[in-house]
């Protein structure tokens, strides 16, 4: 895990630079890395960016002490997965690294409200859609038998056309990233969701 450290001990200084305590944790890899609109985005839910660019779901679980941890969190957003199957990771794999990661966030933070945004279709792994499809299912069967505090974001559905591809609209020109508009569905999907947990009568603008 050494290849990450330089991107760690950026989210380590980062953290000591904020002025506002953070409510809504946002972790995982170059989708949430890259969201460099999420703080306007998600304004009303106090976000943090604690993306970290390549990071796998294994990664998550191995830095989250000097990650995640020192936060007082409201709720957490994970994306991450789209990395270990593009390393060669088998569902399953993934599946368990998942699960660490669930059980160290309920250890540490109890019962908060927590959300997996599913592991989006892309162009560049294309050839893995249905190893990507599997290992979407297997989290969110998890979640489903947790019954508790996670809940699951599905954002491929919603990023396919009606022929069952990823719309071009939505990725940068790698086939991998999202554009702006990928932001702004991946927005819109999230927002739902955060906003069944609110009850504080929050105000979006």
Not at 65 to 86: C, F, K, M, Q, S
Request: charge should be neutral; proline fraction near 4%; hydrophobic fraction near 40%.
């Amino acid at each position: 895990m050494y290849w990450y450290e330089d991107e760690i001990k950026r989210l380590e200084k980062e953290r000591k630079l904020l002025d506002y305590k953070p409510a809504t944790l946002f972790y995982g890899s170059s989708s949430i890395r890259l969201w460099d609109t999420m703080l306007s985005d998600f304004k009303v839910f106090l976000p943090v960016n604690l993306g970290f660019g390549g990071s796998t779901l294994a990664a998550c679980t191995w830095f989250f002490d000097r990650t995640v941890a020192p936060y007082e969190a409201e709720r957490i957003v994970i994306y991450a997965g789209d990395n270990d199957l593009g390393d060669g990771r088998h569902p399953e794999e993934i599946f368990i690294f998942f699960q660490h990661l669930a059980t160290r966030i309920d250890q540490h933070f109890g019962t908060i409200p927590c959300y997996f945004i599913s592991i989006k279709p892309s162009f560049s792994r294309w050839n893995i859609i249905e190893s990507l499809k599997y290992t979407n299912n297997l989290i969110q069967n998890e979640i489903i038998r947790r019954d508790a505090n996670w809940e699951f974001i599905d954002i491929l559905h919603p990023m396919l056309d009606a022929n069952g591809y990823p719309q071009k609209k939505y990725f940068e020109t790698d086939g991998l990233h999202l554009s702006k508009q990928g932001y702004t569905l991946w927005k819109h999907e999230i927002t739902a969701k955060l906003l069944k947990n609110v009850h504080t009568g929050l105000t979006l603008r």
